[in-house]
């Protein structure tokens, strides 16, 4: 016999509440005590977990939905349900928790489809958003095979799986890239984000990525007022204010120089940096601290001075920071960063600049100065869903963000602190009673020759230049097979020419065509019914289930890999192929052992009707022109199991080309 009771001395801290372990009960066990007003830290596990409350009053948030618990509730999780219990009473909530192992039960639960897509309910709305670009040149394949194509299959997945999924972007307007920009170009402004801006839009087209919403943040009347609104939420917080800090001025003229302006050697990891952030390690710098600082556009030289900025003293936000890493999918690369930026004993970042570009802030203690366009992006997500909103009738505010929304970013690297640090923080000072959930994604560097990509060099290999119709499936394959996903991965013209001619067009276009005409020869072109089945034939469906799962695995929200899901798709072909190369033999086909034959084929056509449906996310016009061939409607809903395709009906492979080697003008 064991008998415990709860005893208030024995406990001691432990993720945001006071615990004391009970021993001896087979299980893991422990007294729990929340104080008035305190919340646990976000958790999640691959135990089994049940808590018994005993007294108090408070909540339990698991995966973002709030449940009351008091004296006498009894909650169950199950293996990795994020969860956080509150206390919102006046009293200590004291519970009793068990939690225990179960090998097959976290095995299913890891498998189980809310870790592929989000909760269908169109009260919770998935908000995506791919990093604005910056106007000041088209988009190259770095750009494309980033931030822009992972969101764009993101949604599609998303949207297959019933989920009100959305894609948001733009063109980062007011950045100081634009003005610099607009200057060698003799335009203003205004005039070269304009002209980008469309550019970029155009390329995205062409890469059969259209947003539900792209904001051009200098043509939108209504985004200067709701940013300025935001701006004085943030000053009213008390965490944002006036502070006077050293800054790079040009020794000559005494102009203020900030990003685009200068560069130097990075404070942290001595790499060439460019002025605010580090694109080899990801911190920022306060370009004042640059080593051997230089002018990006003269031979003069810049000095140290002091200038007045409303200042954000990051550092004071730690905890609010890592609270919410621990509530969404926050990528090991990041936590990493975070821990390198937030080990300094003081960070402040300045949100204000002297410039002529940008959008003013309502305050006027710092004349002359603009908002950050890097803190301003905070802002312009929110109103890139206020004004989807608008358009489709739905009530989404962004001065009044809601806890149902989920949010997913998109981004490279180089944007990391801002998107993972700098904006949780901002969002905790603006919306002090928003919990914002964010689930992150983020890419290396795409390199073209050993090099980085470059829009400001001109080094690049430009999206108008590769895409068409005719090419943009193979291009988009392509990019995911060899996008930048926890390394860094190079581009080359040859690469991609490479696996055009013989994976797809070498090894798909091959095995569709011939599948195509043997049904013709052997089936006057309609899928013929199975017959018997043989071991071999039930090993393959096996293998197809197989492939199903991974690819579907490899396009889920915490999963998500392009490099996998390519591999997948191609993995679906490849063992097709072999499958074919050793269970038809165009002898059996009449013979005694026809009616086997017949299965073999059926299993063929249950193939290509997976890839069709599986690459729908991926190459949108390859599935819907391979479901046309196979006499099925474009892919609207993700496959949960293989089908076969119904008997009798017509097949036109042998009709198709999908894919084919493209001249220097893009036409196959």
């Known amino acids: ?51 018994v409350v005993v007294s108090g009053k408070g909540a339990v948030v698991v995966d973002g939905e709030r449940h009351p618990v008091s004296a006498g509730t009894l909650v169950s999780f199950a293996p990795f349900e994020t ?82 999924a959305y894609h948001l972007t733009g063109s980062d307007d007011f950045q100081s890239y634009v003005a610099d920009v607009a200057r060698r170009e003799g335009r203003t402004p205004r005039e070269a984000a ?101 002018l990006s556009h003269s031979a003069g030289r810049p000095t140290v001075g002091s200038v007045t900025r409303y200042s954000l003293p990051l550092h004071t ?8 890493h621990r509530s969404g999918r926050v990528p ?58 608008r358009r489709l009738g739905r009530d989404w505010e962004a001065g009044q963000p809601s806890d149902d929304w989920q949010l997913v ?14 904006y949780p923080a901002l969002y905790r000072l603006a919306h002090p009673d928003w919990t914002p959930r964010i689930d992150y994604h983020v890419n290396e560097f795409y390199l073209l020759e050993g090099e980085k990509f470059s829009t400001s060099r001109r080094h690049a290999i430009w ?33 991609y020419e490479t696996v055009l001619r013989n994976t797809l067009i070498g090894g798909w276009q091959s095995w569709l065509g011939d599948l195509g005409g043997r049904v013709v020869k052997d089936h006057a072109g309609l899928a013929p019914d199975a017959g018997r089945w043989t071991p071999q034939h039930n090993a393959f469906l096996d293998r197809l289930s197989g492939r199903l799962t991974e690819l579907t695995a490899s396009l889920g929200k915490d999963g998500f890999s392009l490099n996998a899901a390519a591999s997948a798709l191609d993995g679906i072909v490849q063992d097709t192929v072999r499958f074919t190369c050793t269970e038809h033999t165009g002898t059996l086909t009449h013979g005694p052992w026809s009616s086997e034959a017949r299965t073999a084929t059926v299993l063929e056509l249950a193939a290509a009707r997976l890839l069709a449906r599986g690459a729908a996310p991926v190459m949108p016009r390859f599935a819907a022109r391979l479901a046309a061939a196979l006499g099925d409607p474009a892919p609207q809903v993700w496959p949960r199991n293989v089908e076969l395709l119904p008997p009798g009906r017509r097949v036109r492979l042998d009709q198709e080309v999908f894919f084919g080697e493209t001249t220097r003008e893009g036409t196959a």
Do not use: K
């Open 1 to 51: 016999m064991i008998v415990s009771s709860y005893q208030p001395d024995a406990l001691h801290p432990m993720e945001g509440m006071d615990m004391a372990v009970v021993e001896r009960l087979g299980v893991g066990a422990g007294w729990v005590r929340i104080a008035p007003g305190a919340r646990s830290e976000a958790d999640r596990h691959d135990e089994g977990e049940m808590f």
């Open 194 to 294: 304009a002209h980008y801006g469309t550019e970029i839009a155009a390329t995205l087209a062409l890469m059969d990525i259209e947003p539900d919403q792209y904001t051009a943040t200098s043509q939108d009347t209504s985004y200067p007022d709701g940013l300025r609104a935001f701006f004085s939420r943030l000053v009213a917080s008390g965490g944002v204010m006036p502070s006077e800090g050293a800054a790079l001025l040009d020794a000559d003229s005494g102009r203020y120089l900030y990003e685009v302006d200068v560069s130097g050697g990075c404070p942290s990891c001595l790499s060439p940096s460019g002025g605010n952030i580090c694109e080899e390690c990801g911190e920022p710098n306060l370009c004042a601290d640059l080593v051997g600082p230089r």
């Open 463 to 495: 999206g108008r230049d590769i895409l068409t119709p005719q090419t943009v499936d193979a291009v988009r394959f392509h990019l995911c097979l060899t996008r930048p996903e926890g390394r860094r991965t190079n581009f080359d013209r040859h690469g």
């Open 83 to 164: 969860h956080v219990v509150e206390n919102t009473s006046d009293d200590d909530l004291v519970f009793l928790s068990l939690y225990w192992r179960d090998a097959g039960r976290s095995a299913r639960a890891a498998a189980a489809p809310s870790h592929l897509a989000y909760a269908a309910d169109a009260n919770r709305p998935v908000f995506v958003f791919s990093t604005p670009p910056t106007p000041n040149g088209d988009l190259h394949l770095g750009h494309l095979s980033g931030p822009y194509l992972g969101a764009d299959v993101f949604v599609r997945f998303q949207r297959l799986n019933g989920v009100e």
């Open 409 to 422: 970013h998109f981004f490279g690297y180089d944007n990391s602190f801002y998107h993972a640090i700098l």
């Open 332 to 389: 090991a690369r990041l936590r990493e960063l975070t821990e390198r930026v937030l080990d300094r004993a003081s960070l402040n970042v300045a949100l204000t600049h002297p410039s002529s570009w940008g959008v003013t802030p309502a305050e006027t203690d710092t004349p002359g100065q603009v908002i950050w366009v890097w803190p301003e992006m905070s802002y312009g997500f929110l109103h890139g869903i206020e004004v989807l909103g």
């Open 317 to 324: 936000l730690r905890s609010d920071i890592a609270r919410h």
